[in-house]
């Protein structure tokens, strides 16, 4: 298998524990993915003997002003400590925080030179806390039919971002769902991206489900990146609206090239 393959567990049997869908994937072969902390038991999740790929790296904060940018960097060590104690891969970044639904807490239709400068720095200030506490963060994009007035939110804008501060404690979490909304052309902006890519998301559109299930290609966008080089970890996101176990054969499938 070319790609190290795993799947987000908040998305997944929704109806178990936690634990016990970590638990799930770890038998079946996959990396476990998380969202938030706080309402997890982090000793269960540490018995499960997963291997957890990406959560995110921080509960508040946004990248772009300077009273956000310090609640970024103080939630980001706390949580860095509970990555650390899951061996977390990635912790995982947004130009804001999101709330209910996803929606951006401090939304912009306008990003500003300053506020492009700003986010700039404040980067640069979460890979000298990575490199302080031997992690690594990186920087998904979004959608902004889905996650209106969201800052930095395009593949263009992360890509920028990352490249910009160059640094390997900072990768892209690229999340061919959200640019497939937002963009399309997926295959190429893996190859514009691979330089900086530290994990690549999938979902298929509409309706964020596995792959097979809607109008993206993955076993042809797999190839492509296995013709570039990639090898690195693939992530999965799916709602699952039918059997997870047939999801994420489909999922498996898609990849195995």
């Keep these: 298998m070319t790609f190290q393959l795993a799947a987000c567990a908040e998305m997944l049997w929704r109806d178990r524990p936690i634990d016990w869908r970590a638990s799930r994937l770890k038998e079946l072969g996959f990396g476990v993915g998380l969202w938030n902390w706080p309402a997890h038991d982090i000793a269960a999740l540490e018995r499960t003997g997963a291997t957890f790929t990406i959560m995110n790296g921080y509960l508040q904060g946004?990248?772009?002003?300077?009273?956000?940018?310090d609640m970024l960097l103080k939630?980001?060590?706390?949580?860095?400590?509970?990555?650390?104690?899951?061996?977390?891969?990635?912790l995982n970044l947004h130009g804001t925080g999101l709330g209910d639904g996803g929606i951006p807490v401090w939304q912009h239709d306008k990003v500003t030179g300053p506020m492009w400068l700003k986010a700039r720095d404040t980067l640069n200030r979460i890979c000298d806390l990575a490199e302080e506490l031997g992690v690594t963060y990186t920087l998904e994009n979004l959608n902004l039919m889905e996650h209106p007035g969201c800052p930095f939110n395009t593949t263009a804008d992360v890509l920028t971002l990352v490249s910009?501060?160059?640094?390997?404690?900072?990768?892209?979490?690229?999340?061919?769902?959200?640019?497939?909304?937002?963009?399309?052309?997926?295959?190429?902006?893996?190859?514009?991206?691979?330089?900086?890519?530290?994990?690549?998301?999938?979902?298929?559109?509409?309706?964020?489900?596995?792959?097979?299930?809607?109008?993206?290609?993955?076993?042809?966008?797999?190839?492509?990146?296995?013709?570039?080089?990639?090898?690195?970890?693939?992530?999965?996101?799916?709602?699952?609206?039918?059997?997870?176990?047939?999801?994420?054969?489909?999922?498996r499938n898609a990849f195995t090239v």
């Excluded at 946004?62 to 940018?69: I, V």
């Excluded at 939630?75 to 990635?90: F, M």
């Design 62 to 69: 946004r990248l772009a002003d300077d009273e956000g940018a």
């Design 75 to 90: 939630s980001a060590r706390e949580t860095a400590a509970v990555g650390k104690r899951l061996g977390v891969h990635r």
């Design 164 to 251: 910009s501060v160059n640094r390997p404690q900072l990768r892209m979490n690229l999340d061919l769902y959200h640019t497939q909304i937002g963009e399309g052309d997926v295959i190429r902006w893996c190859q514009k991206c691979l330089p900086w890519i530290g994990e690549v998301q999938v979902a298929d559109n509409p309706g964020r489900n596995e792959p097979g299930t809607g109008e993206m290609n993955y076993p042809a966008i797999a190839k492509a990146l296995k013709a570039m080089g990639y090898s690195g970890p693939v992530g999965l996101e799916s709602n699952a609206e039918g059997d997870p176990e047939v999801a994420l054969q489909a999922f």
